[in-house]
Structures are given as structure tokens and as C-alpha cells.
């Protein structure tokens, strides 16, 4: 166990509201992750984190914001959305070296 | 350029036999080459990892071989168990690139008892 909890792990929304994942570590690592994975396309980056406030857009990153005010904290927000977003988001962290580990993940439907 | 392509997309194998599983990439700024392990419902666990200055890496029964000329790096899973039968990653990155790894569209293995 890696130290990572993402809430909520489960989700059902509907198209156009805003949604909030929560990632939170309890290892005080500098990096912090999201990804998406969907079939036949891997883990794909959103967004990621190398320091408090200090973030940048990863390939997927159109439609989602991110802010981490604490080191233990990084929020992925969907602010309309939308049903390409459907998906499983997984949060992962990382020191500065290249050992990266994942949370549990958190399953969101966009009806 | 930053695209890790991993072949086969399923694989099934009988028990006690080689799983093996293939990438390339393109990018030879790549420097870490880790493999993920992701049963159905979990997060990817890191299974094992290389770096380019090495041809090899073993870690019980499974192996990482890379080619570096080649660009080309490979899992094999020796004696392969029913227990194994989980959806594998390869994955790459550098430091350069903040560590953020990109992940090759996975291979689903069943390894039929």
C-alpha cells in the first residue's frame, strides 16, 4: 500500500456538473499524478504536480483542472461534464526519483 | 515521439509456460523503463523496472530484457501461474521529462490452469 487515497472511488454524475476527485498521500512525495485509463489506450496523463501550486498540463489535460494548496492533497476537477470523461482516473505519486505508485482508482460516469 | 507501442494486446499461455511481452519506443531520451501489473478493479503495481545501462533484470520469475540498439525492451514471466492472469504495462520515462511516465495500451494475460 503506496499511501494514497482517492475519493470518491465510485461516481455517477450527470453531463454538464462539475466534479472533484480527491488524491491524498500520506508519504509527503514531491510528484503527484493523475491519469486516465480507458480499453485500448493505456494510462493516459491528465495533469500532474512537482511541488505546491506548482502544476502543468499533461496530453489528455482538455476539460480538467487541478490545484494542490498541501503536499498531501491534489484535486482533479472536471468543471462541465461531459460523457467522453467517463473513464477511470487514477492518481499516482512519485519522489525525485522515477519509482511512481498508484492509488486504487476512482470510477466516474458521465450519464 | 513520446508513444511506448506494446504488442501483443492479449496473450493466453498454459501454466508453466513463458509469458512474453513486447515494447518499443522511439524516444531515446528514455531512461526508466518500469512494468505495471493491474488486476481487475486495482491500481497498476510496479512490478519491475530497468534502466538502459543494463541488458537485463531479473527479479524472480519474471525478467525484463532490453535492447538498447533496438529500442526495443520485453517482460518475460518464467513458469507462468494462474495467478499471474492480470492486465501488464510497460511504461517509460526521464528525468527530463519530470518522470512522467508514459504507458505503452497494455496486455491482458490469461494464463489458463
Redesign the interface.
Known amino acids: 500500500d503506496a499511501g494514497i487515497t482517492q475519493s470518491p472511488r465510485h461516481k455517477v454524475t450527470e453531463t454538464g456538473t462539475p466534479v472533484t476527485l480527491r488524491c491524498h498521500q500520506t508519504e509527503n512525495h514531491r510528484y503527484m499524478y493523475w491519469y486516465r485509463q480507458d480499453p485500448g489506450h493505456g494510462l493516459r496523463l491528465i495533469h500532474y504536480s512537482y511541488g505546491v501550486k506548482d502544476t502543468d498540463k499533461g496530453e489528455v489535460s482538455d476539460g480538467y483542472s487541478v490545484s494542490r494548496s498541501k503536499t498531501e492533497d491534489f484535486l482533479l476537477t472536471l468543471e462541465s461534464a461531459t460523457s467522453s470523461q467517463t473513464s477511470v482516473y487514477f492518481c499516482a505519486i512519485g519522489r525525485n526519483g522515477n519509482t511512481i505508485y498508484f492509488g486504487e482508482g476512482s470510477w466516474l460516469t458521465v450519464v | 515521439q513520446?508513444q511506448v507501442k506494446?504488442s501483443p494486446q492479449s496473450l493466453i499461455v498454459q501454466k508453466g509456460g513463458i509469458s512474453i511481452i513486447n515494447c518499443a519506443y522511439e524516444n531515446t531520451a528514455f531512461d526508466?523503463f518500469?512494468w505495471?501489473q493491474q488486476f481487475p478493479?486495482?491500481?497498476?503495481?510496479?512490478l519491475i523496472?530497468i534502466r538502459p545501462d543494463v541488458s537485463e533484470k531479473k527479479e524472480g520469475r519474471f525478467t525484463i530484457s532490453f535492447n538498447k540498439s533496438a529500442k526495443q525492451f520485453s517482460l518475460h514471466i518464467m513458469d507462468s501461474q494462474p495467478g499471474d492472469s492480470a492486465t501488464y504495462?510497460c511504461a517509460a520515462?526521464y528525468?527530463e521529462y519530470?518522470?512522467?511516465?508514459?504507458?505503452?495500451?497494455?496486455t491482458i494475460l490469461r494464463v489458463k490452469s
Open positions: 513520446q506494446q526508466y518500469p505495471y478493479g486495482k491500481g497498476p503495481a510496479l523496472a504495462f520515462t528525468r519530470g518522470n512522467k511516465l508514459v504507458f505503452g495500451a497494455g
